[in-house]
């Protein structure tokens, strides 16, 4: 692997913990959101194409611009990219796709289960440790992922069942990335993991045919290129940054916070206030999250 430093101190901000995480849950709960809205313009594959199309674009002029950009890390890292790009390619496509069958607010519960896959990947492939009150947290939380997550009828719903295949393999990213991506200059791996996704989705979009095309509109534009701005370039940015300095562990738990922000959304966005279910679920991942949060020691995201 190429080892390279972390991201630059350009961007102050981004040292500052409880602000790279609070935007990290917000735009994280949107992505379910963003999804649905995508449904009504364009067919899940190539609206997914689309938004990473944009993604990587926007983050290539930008580093064009700060002439960043080492093609040395693609050509000595070219699995771990084809690997990761395969993953997040496959985990979009279904995830955009799996609105077609369950609502928004549900899918987005439903993704939460990435903590318990991530969960496995950290303690038994990258061998991370937990203390016995993160563990108490972690149980916590997951329990309150259940009890949102698995209501009567949504369990073996096909959209259901979509998500959860998402969720394995966006987790599997996550563990490939901290396993073999830790060291990669920051900047290069996030243009080539998202170039790297476009390129699976454009295979993905040529093995579907010509019949599933469809021209998008110039509302359809607009709306792709605020999804893969907010969604892709400033979600995942954070996402990345926070996995860097947290362990998968932690960061898998503190993400259980975004189906909770989603209820948020769902009430703002379209008045849908939670059940009550969801809102002991809701209460079971906010005191779990802040178990764990409690034990370990701040990170800095410097």
């Known amino acids: ?34 999804a649905r809205l995508l449904r009504i313009y364009l ?16 983050t290539a002029v930008f580093l064009t611009w700060k002439r960043q950009i080492q093609l040395k890390v693609l050509r000595h ?45 950290g303690l038994f492939w990258l061998r991370e440790k937990l203390q016995r009150l993160e563990l108490l947290g972690a149980g916590i939380a997951l329990l309150g992922i259940f009890v949102v997550s698995f209501q009567p009828g949504d369990v073996l719903r096909l959209g259901s069942l979509i998500v959860l295949a998402s969720s394995f393999l966006y987790a599997l990213h996550a563990a490939v990335v901290k396993r073999y991506g830790q060291e990669l200059d920051f900047a290069n791996f996030f243009l080539f993991r998202v170039g790297g996704t476009t390129f699976f989705l454009l295979i993905f979009v040529l093995l579907q045919g010509e019949e599933s095309w469809q021209t998008p509109s110039n509302t359809a534009w607009l709306v792709l290129l ?18 860097r300095r947290l362990q998968m562990s932690h960061h ?7 189906p909770v922000i989603a209820i948020l959304w769902s009430l703002l966005l379209f008045g849908e206030g939670p059940t009550w279910q969801g809102f ?9 999250v802040i178990i764990v949060t409690w034990q370990q020691r701040r990170p800095k995201l410097s």
């Open 77 to 121: 890292n070219i699995w771990f990219f084809a690997a990761v790009g395969l993953l997040v390619a496959g985990a979009t496509s279904l995830s955009f796709a799996s609105v077609r069958y369950v609502d928004a607010g549900t899918a987005s519960m439903l993704a939460q289960t990435t903590t318990l896959f991530a969960l496995g990947f």
């Open 280 to 288: 002991i679920g809701g209460t079971a991942v906010l005191a779990g």
């Open 1 to 34: 692997m190429v080892q390279q430093n972390s991201p630059p101190g350009a961007f102050p901000l981004l040292n500052n913990v409880p602000l790279v995480l609070t935007i990290l849950l917000l735009l994280d709960s949107l992505h379910f959101v963003f």
């Open 226 to 243: 605020l999804v893969a701005t907010v969604d892709v370039v400033c979600s995942r940015v954070l996402y990345y940054l926070a996995l």
């Open 252 to 258: 898998a738990i503190l993400l259980t916070l975004s």
């Open 43 to 58: 067919p899940p594959v190539q609206a997914a194409l689309f938004v990473l199309g944009f993604a990587t674009l926007e």
